[in-house]
């Protein structure tokens, strides 16, 4: 009796989730079509038109009013370089830390930050590193009876948890798939009501949020090995900033990488275009889970071979 199937955020198409989304994609477009619409959402990639001839859907292309400011950012020497996509290079002479200046730039002006790194260890270690600059910029945030409301929600306080928990109360955070869901559910609210500045996080915050964010940093390279990250992930994240009606002014995303990798990241990030996506439907673990549905779909477990064989050849994969 389904009539209307909504795909927000399919870029997921090329995630680790991406075979399961294919599946079930798959199995409206061969069994649902035309009785079910089918509506998607995405931010730009390389294979859009590819992608709505799978759903058998009209695409439209249209842009979301964003104002950002992008900077490819990088240490040389004693400076730290501010380039612009005009090609113009702002250097600041400091002895604080890349990421110490950038922040304590953006709290002087009250705004927020999201910090998005390629690990959840290097998010804890990166938002510690950061406590004293928000302790002698904002000072202590009183959110006691807020973080205890939320541990009485938990069975067990985990040193990770508390970790987070001493931190919010200088107004930062971490945020990732390893904490439990009412701390992650925490930290996004108190993002949302602008109670904490800074939010060191994973991709976990990438996808289906809009919240106050007047600043999206992006560790390209500058801690342990380079971030090979996807380009139109990259537009995910910057996506995340400068939100309408949310953002204070024009968001600001600074892409952060080594002097050596800056002519790259401009070209790759900045200008570049974005990849083609397909899930890994057909690896051997998700080709079992596609062909157990198709299996479950009949009382007497007994598919024609051709038919799974048909549903094999009509996913995006």
């Not at 240490?75 to 370089?81: D, H």
């Not at 600059?133 to 040193?159: C, F, M, P, R, Y």
């Not at 560790?219 to 900033?241: M, N, T």
């Not at 479950?296 to 996913?315: C, H, M, Q, S, W």
Request: proline content about 3%; overall charge neutral.
């Amino acid at each position: 009796k389904i009539t209307l199937f909504c795909a927000d955020e399919i870029t997921v198409l090329g995630e680790d989730r991406g075979a399961v989304l294919d599946s079930l994609l798959t199995e409206f477009i061969c069994d649902h079509l035309p009785r079910t619409r089918i509506i998607t959402l995405s931010s730009d990639v390389g294979n859009k038109f590819e992608i709505a001839g799978w759903l058998q859907a009209e695409p439209v292309i249209g842009t979301m009013p964003q104002d950002i400011e992008e900077f490819v950012v990088f240490k040389e020497r004693k400076n730290i370089v501010f380039w612009n996509k005009n090609g113009e290079k702002q250097k600041v002479n400091t002895k604080k830390e890349l990421l110490e200046y950038i922040i304590e730039q953006n709290l002087k002006k009250d705004e927020t930050t999201l910090i998005f790194v390629p690990a959840r260890r290097m998010a804890e270690f990166i938002a510690q590193k950061l406590e004293a600059i928000h302790k002698s910029t904002v000072g202590h945030a009183n959110l006691d009876s807020t973080i205890k409301a939320a541990l009485s929600t938990l069975e067990e306080q985990t040193h990770l948890v508390q970790k987070l928990c001493n931190l919010l109360k200088s107004g930062i955070a971490f945020h990732h798939a390893g904490l439990p869901l009412e701390m992650r559910q925490l930290v996004e609210d108190l993002l949302d009501e602008r109670k904490i500045k800074t939010v060191v996080c994973t991709t976990t915050l990438s996808h289906g949020i809009d919240y106050p964010v007047d600043n999206v940093v992006i560790l390209i390279s500058g801690f342990e090995k380079r971030w090979e990250l996807d380009r139109y992930i990259c537009v995910q994240l910057k996506g995340r900033a400068g939100r309408p009606g949310k953002s204070k002014s024009k968001g600001k995303v600074f892409l952060v990488t080594d002097q050596n990798g800056a002519t790259e990241c401009m070209e790759k990030y900045v200008f570049g275009k974005p990849e083609s996506i397909y899930p890994e439907t057909l690896t051997k673990d998700n080709l079992g889970r596609l062909i157990l549905v198709k299996l479950g779909e009949k009382t007497n477990y007994n598919v024609p071979l051709r038919e799974i064989f048909d549903a094999v050849l009509k996913t995006l994969a």
